[in-house]
């Protein structure tokens, strides 16, 4: 029996979905747009039907016709939406969360810039008020991804000793965050620079450790079932030795965190602020951020208590 299927439901499934007029919604078909037309690739990482800084984004600057008169001239634009009720096909929604673990997208809303090739230069995170806002970093990752590609054309005129540091100093001129996405440049840096006159494997390795070991303590907090268990483990990792300066403020925040939740009386309570001049000692960057969380966590003492001493099963004191 020959199967019969709507001209119209072909055309759905050999046509690109929009999300809204002019915005792509599958990045391989926005890279592929981008390097036909010459343009870079604007690509959004929204929660649109449940995020609020999303929803104001898109109807405030992204869906203006002040923005499409910019971004047109510059971008092809992607959107990439992480819905909690939105229909969306398996394809779709496996595609996205790839791209979003590829990116270390781990806010919404998200946007960045890429080359056709899907190396990142800029973006941001949040929401913004207008397009001056909006644009100035795009303008940015533009004017830089100019630059990196300028100076990457000129390194590779070079030989030897000269063109490994020449391809150092274009690596190393990305902003860091997106350098992650930078993996072929990185790997030719790698292969070429054997006895590392650069640094950049010394440093690509240290930075690979430091991920396994932040990768491992998220994974034992996760595993924790009680603050007191979560206290324990972020101690027993404090202790090891030349921890880097982010990875022990992160651990001194969970500390915090779980003091915090297990504060039952005035006393557990009184221990969670002491250890919080601990974290400013260490932090003096934001000294003055902290003692104005601790003026409020102050003021909340009560509130707090209570609300530990009133989960089910835990024993007034």
Same mark, same amino acid.
């Given at each position: 029996?020959?199967?019969?299927?709507?001209?119209?439901?072909?055309?759905?499934?050999?046509?690109?979905?929009?999300?809204?007029?002019?915005?792509?919604?599958?990045?391989?078909?926005?890279?592929?747009?981008?390097?036909?037309?010459?343009?870079?690739?604007?690509?959004?990482?929204?929660?649109?039907?449940?995020?609020?800084?999303?929803?104001? @984004?898109?109807?405030?600057?992204?869906?203006?016709?002040?923005?499409?008169?910019?971004?047109?001239?510059?971008?092809?634009?992607?959107?990439?939406?992480?819905?909690?009720?939105?229909?969306?096909?398996?394809?779709?929604? *496996?595609?996205?969360?790839?791209?979003?673990? *590829?990116?270390?997208?781990?806010?919404?809303?998200?946007?960045?810039?890429?080359?056709?090739?899907?190396?990142?230069?800029?973006?941001?995170?949040?929401?913004?008020?207008?397009?001056?806002?909006?644009?100035?970093?795009?303008?940015?990752?533009?004017?830089?991804?100019?630059?990196?590609?300028?100076? @990457?054309?000129?390194?590779?005129?070079?030989?030897?000793?000269?063109?490994?540091?020449? @391809?150092?100093?274009?690596?190393?001129?990305?902003?860091?965050?997106?350098?992650?996405?930078?993996?072929?440049?990185?790997?030719?840096?790698?292969?070429?620079?054997?006895?590392?006159?650069?640094?950049?494997?010394?440093?690509?390795?240290?930075?690979?450790?430091?991920?396994?070991?932040?990768?491992?303590?998220?994974?034992?907090?996760?595993?924790?079932?009680?603050?007191?268990?979560?206290?324990?483990?972020?101690?027993?990792?404090?202790?090891?030795?030349?921890?880097?300066k982010e990875i022990q403020l992160n651990l001194l925040q969970a500390k915090l965190k779980a003091l915090l939740t297990a504060s039952k009386n005035d006393d557990d309570f009184n221990k969670a602020l002491a250890f919080l001049d601990e974290i400013?000692?260490?932090?003096?960057?934001?000294?003055?951020?902290?003692?104005?969380?601790?003026?409020?966590?102050?003021?909340?003492?009560?509130?707090?208590?209570k609300r530990n001493t009133s989960q089910p099963g835990t024993p007034q004191q």
């Open positions: 029996m020959t199967s019969y299927i709507p001209v119209l439901a072909i055309a759905a499934c050999i046509t690109p979905a929009f999300a809204a007029e002019g915005w792509l919604t599958d990045l391989d078909t926005g890279k592929k747009q981008a390097a036909a037309e010459n343009k870079a690739v604007l690509v959004e990482f929204t929660g649109s039907d449940w995020c609020p800084p999303c929803k104001a @984004l898109r109807k405030n600057v992204l869906m203006t016709p002040a923005f499409n008169e910019y971004a047109t001239k510059n971008f092809v634009l992607v959107e990439l939406d992480f819905p909690n009720s939105k229909p969306q096909t398996p394809e779709e929604k *496996q595609k996205n969360d790839a791209w979003a673990k *590829q990116y270390n997208i781990d806010g919404f809303p998200t946007i960045l810039v890429m080359d056709p090739q899907g190396n990142a230069y800029g973006g941001f995170v949040g929401g913004r008020p207008d397009l001056a806002a909006v644009q100035q970093p795009l303008d940015e990752a533009l004017q830089t991804m100019k630059t990196v590609k300028g100076n @990457l054309a000129a390194a590779e005129k070079l030989t030897g000793d000269d063109k490994i540091l020449a @391809l150092a100093k274009v690596y190393q001129s990305i902003p860091e965050e997106y350098r992650s996405s930078h993996a072929a440049l990185l790997k030719q840096i790698m292969d070429l620079d054997k006895n590392d006159i650069s640094g950049i494997v010394a440093s690509e390795k240290k930075a690979a450790a430091d991920k396994a070991l932040s990768d491992k303590i998220q994974q034992t907090l996760a595993a924790c079932k009680t603050p007191q268990e979560a206290i324990a483990a972020t101690e027993t990792f404090l202790a090891q030795k030349d921890l880097p400013a000692k260490i932090d003096t960057e934001h000294a003055q951020d902290i003692a104005k969380f601790k003026e409020t966590l102050s003021k909340n003492k009560d509130a707090i208590i």
